[in-house]
């Protein structure tokens, strides 16, 4: 099952702030909190005193904790990839590695007994099938992508989609970050342009970063990489349905209600005998069989992509069928355009392969 989860970063904020977004996000049934040791300058006896309350908050919230860490970070806590006492003293349940320390290292680090989950990059070339070869635990092992602070910076689809899908045909679960678009929010370090895995998704609508991660389908995890998340955006992201792929819908201003009603219907399906003109949902005809749809003149007859449209009265065996356009194309008068996807929203269209479940917000 997917997962959503959050970013904190309590030496930059207060306890209570923090541990409020914690129990705040646990309530709204999020999963995961990522925090980072990268950036925390505390001597290891305040690392363990701050942490562990911080660790103990995330689990009261019903949600399981990581740390960022480098072999760095592991020196300076006097731990060891044979000795990860201190971790465990702390209370995390995952460690990532956002540097590594050789193949024997990075295996016996999987076998240690707190039972602790190991989290490599998932944004960099890491032989894991090696790994597991050798010997290391696929049970005590997971991968997260980066988040990217600097504007311009952030994974590309075509690589991000290379690397994830190597990595998701081991098994293993992996994480990927999105970005709250609230002002003021932060990270680690002092660059305060959004927090998202994807470039192409730092300024998009969370619920929508959500959903195309989610059509994307290589992630599990989804985290808010900055904070502080808005209450809006927390909830749209709780909201959303994670099951299959959902756009939002700009009504057509004559669209009826019966044809609103068949357009937000939960079962649609893209046919097995796709083609690249359209996504076609053919249940809709069978669910609402008898259902009058009155043909409605189109102003244009020509239809564009992110149309969404249904059969009309005009073409009674196939009524209430409905099509999202792909390329442009004339069509008859047994058609009538319900609404559009949004421009931005269509970056979800080519994610809608063959008998994929898919659905709309109105």
């Not at 999963?31 to 660790?55: G, P, Y």
């Not at 465990?88 to 050789?102: A, P, V």
Request: proline share 4%; hydrophobic share 35%.
């Amino acid at each position: 099952m997917k997962q959503l989860g959050i970013s904190v970063y309590p030496e930059h904020t207060t306890n209570e702030e923090t541990y409020a977004y914690i129990r705040k996000a646990g309530k709204l049934g999020f999963k995961r909190v990522f925090t980072c040791f990268l950036s925390v300058k505390e001597n290891k006896d305040e690392v363990v005193a701050n942490f562990s309350k911080l660790c103990a908050v995330a689990h009261e919230a019903g949600m399981i904790i990581s740390a960022d860490t480098n072999p760095e970070v592991f020196k300076r806590l006097g731990a060891t990839p044979y000795d990860l006492s201190v971790f465990h003293q702390i209370g995390l349940d995952i460690i990532r590695l956002d540097g590594h320390f050789g193949e024997v290292e990075d295996i016996a680090i999987t076998h240690n007994p707190y039972g602790i989950k190991i989290e490599y990059n998932a944004s960099g070339t890491v032989d894991i099938d090696n790994l597991i070869k050798c010997g290391a635990d696929k049970e005590n092992m997971c991968m997260c992508s980066n988040f990217f602070p600097q504007r311009h910076t952030g994974m590309g689809l075509a690589r991000y989609i290379e690397l994830t899908s190597a990595y998701n045909k081991t098994g293993l679960r992996i994480a990927s970050f999105v970005s709250s678009q609230q002002k003021n929010t932060f990270g680690p370090w002092p660059v305060y342009d959004g927090l998202p895995t994807l470039e192409m998704d730092r300024d998009l609508p969370i619920d929508l970063q959500v959903r195309h991660l989610n059509a994307i389908n290589l992630c599990q995890d989804i985290l808010v990489g900055n904070c502080y998340a808005s209450d809006e955006e927390l909830k749209a992201m709780a909201d959303t349905d994670l099951t299959k792929i959902n756009m939002r819908i700009d009504w057509d201003k004559g669209a009826t209600e019966t044809e609103k009603k068949i357009t937000l219907w939960d079962k649609h399906q893209s046919r097995d005998d796709c083609n690249d003109l359209i996504i076609r949902s053919s249940w809709p005809r069978i669910e609402f069989a008898g259902q009058s749809i009155p043909f409605r003149k189109r102003a244009d007859k020509m239809a564009h992509r992110g149309d969404v449209v249904i059969v009309n009265d005009n073409l009674e065996h196939y009524r209430g069928e409905i099509w999202i356009v792909l390329k442009d194309l004339e069509l008859s008068d047994e058609y009538n355009l319900v609404g559009r996807i949004p421009e931005q929203e269509q970056i979800l269209l080519d994610w809608i392969k063959p008998r994929f479940g898919f659905g709309f917000i109105g």
